[in-house]
Nanobody, 126 residues
């Protein structure tokens, strides 16, 4: 059974930092991109970042580019999201997700992701 378990969420002040972790288990994730999405109240779930197994392909939307950094440690089946310069608009539930990607493609569409974690709350106060 595939499990993605997020941790590291919490409360931060504007301008502060948080580091999210996602531990994956239940299968080999060698051909899987691991990514992060977020969902604020009343809004659609949106793409935050994703990274391929090799780390050779990483994707960010403009809203977080330059502030967030994704990384993964394959030996631990873990992906991280370092979030710096946090803003109140970053407040959301953050979800870890896995997408089969043998070609090294990293998608931004949530429909392309096969497995999801339960989410971790990130709240940024002004």
């Amino acid at each position: 059974q595939v499990q993605l378990v997020e941790s590291g969420g919490g409360l931060a002040q504007a301008g502060g930092s948080l580091r999210l972790s996602c531990a994956a288990s239940g299968r080999t994730f060698r051909s899987y991109a691991l990514g992060w999405f977020r969902q604020a109240p009343g809004k659609e779930r949106e793409f935050v970042s994703a990274i391929t197994w090799s780390g050779g392909n990483i994707n960010y939307p403009d809203s977080v580019k330059g502030r967030f950094t994704i990384s993964r440690v394959n030996a631990l089946n873990t992906v991280y999201l370092q979030m710096n310069s946090l803003q109140p608009e970053d407040t959301a539930v953050y979800y870890c997700a896995a997408s089969y990607s043998s070609s090294g493609y990293v998608g931004r569409d949530k429909a392309e992701y096969d497995f999801w974690g339960q989410g971790t709350q990130v709240t940024v106060s002004s």
